[in-house]
């Protein structure tokens, strides 16, 4: 009986020393595996703006002092600002900018009123006028000026309305200088536009 006690707690030994070996070895606070550190995620790379590829303004181009402005913006950096450059085209005269201004050749051009401008605004074309370039007034020094040579100046060509006639007169009929010309005519002459003689030079020349 004894024996078969014995026996009996040897098997539960061998039994119980086996259950430990196969058990999972327990781990140490000291030894338990550290987490990773969090990382943050890099920063997302900042969008460099582009610049946009300037407006190209075709313009009509005049070789005459009141274009002047033109060159003042460019020097002040108006149009650099605005994003916007610009193509010269040359043109003899505003009334032959109005046709290129419809026909949409030109963006913008500059100049005096004209027959040709007022006819194209009031018949709906696509012509229109959006900034004052220049003005004259009353009692102020006009823009326009008629002038000749000393010669004819001090000879006496101008005391007479005959001799007046007789003269050349370089400049363009359907623009506001033609206006300053016709009213100085008349009140120093009696004369018009219509009774001399008038001659349109190139601007080239």
Not at 70 to 87: K, L
Not at 90 to 113: H, N
Not at 131 to 148: E, F, L
């Amino acid at each position: 009986m004894l024996h078969r006690i014995i026996k009996l707690v040897f098997s539960l030994l061998v039994v119980l020393s086996l259950l430990a070996g196969c058990a999972p070895a327990a781990v140490s606070e000291t030894e338990a595996p550290l987490a990773a550190p969090a990382t943050e995620a890099p920063p997302e790379p900042t969008a460099v703006p582009t610049q946009a590829e300037p407006d190209v303004v075709q313009v009509g181009f005049l070789p005459v002092l009141s274009m002047s402005p033109f060159f003042i913006a460019e020097a002040e950096g108006f149009f650099t600002e605005q994003n916007i450059t610009y193509e010269w085209q040359s043109i003899e005269t505003m009334a032959d900018a109005v046709p290129l201004l419809a026909a949409g050749t030109l963006d913008v051009s500059a100049g005096s009123i004209n027959s040709a401008l007022i006819n194209a605004t009031a018949g709906g074309e696509a012509v229109a006028v959006v900034a004052d370039k220049g003005y004259m007034n009353v009692g102020y020094c006009p823009s326009g000026a008629i002038i000749g040579c000393s010669e004819i100046l001090t000879s006496g060509v101008l005391d007479s309305a005959e001799t007046v006639r007789s003269l050349t007169y370089a400049g363009n009929t359907i623009t506001t200088t033609a206006y300053v010309l016709d009213q100085w005519l008349n009140e120093n002459y009696g004369l018009s536009i219509n009774d001399i003689n008038t001659a349109r030079i190139p601007n080239a020349a």
